[in-house]
């Protein structure tokens, strides 16, 4: 897990055993989407909806209203960390924590993850709901304990 940069938004809704309570996960990968939402349902999140795309991510961050946004780096020929920066510009952004998701090294990410608006960076090999928890929480390894919003 890799923190954001002070840009990033830790503003997050927590339901009463302090998990997100609603989930939207992006990835090109119909395989990894089906195998996110199982895993992540059965760790207790409610996944709200799937998408392939940026505008299937943008019409349903908008119609379902997530909590947390996990977001690939790479959506085919889009651009995951495009889609952050508009997910993170409208007003529903702004409780929405956005996760960057690869199958590669953060390290490789390091400069966009800071400068991007999302949360911060989580390797497909190691989601959990734990680990989403400590991104949003600002717990990651390397990062400071954020304020949690309501």
């Known amino acids: 897990m890799f923190p954001a940069g002070s840009n990033a938004r830790r503003r997050m809704r927590w339901d009463a055993i302090g998990m997100a309570s609603r989930v939207l996960i992006v990835d090109d990968s119909r395989v990894f989407l089906e195998a996110a939402r199982v895993l992540l349902e059965r ?15 943008l019409r349903q961050a908008a119609e379902l209203r997530p909590d947390v946004v996990l977001v690939d780096v790479m959506l085919g020929r889009e651009s995951g960390f495009d889609l952050a920066c508009r997910l993170g510009g409208h007003d529903e952004g702004a409780e929405l924590a956005v996760i960057m998701m690869s199958t590669y090294s953060a390290a490789d990410f390091a400069d966009l993850i800071a400068e991007s608006p999302a949360a911060g960076f989580l390797p497909k090999p190691e989601l959990s709901a734990d680990a989403i928890r400590r ?16």
Do not use: C, F, K
């Not at 991104?135 to 309501?150: C, E, F, K, L, T």
């Open 43 to 57: 760790e207790g999140l409610r996944v709200v909806g799937v998408a392939a795309t940026s505008g299937q991510a």
């Open 135 to 150: 991104i949003v929480d600002g717990r990651a390894p390397g990062g400071q304990p954020g304020a949690r919003v309501r």
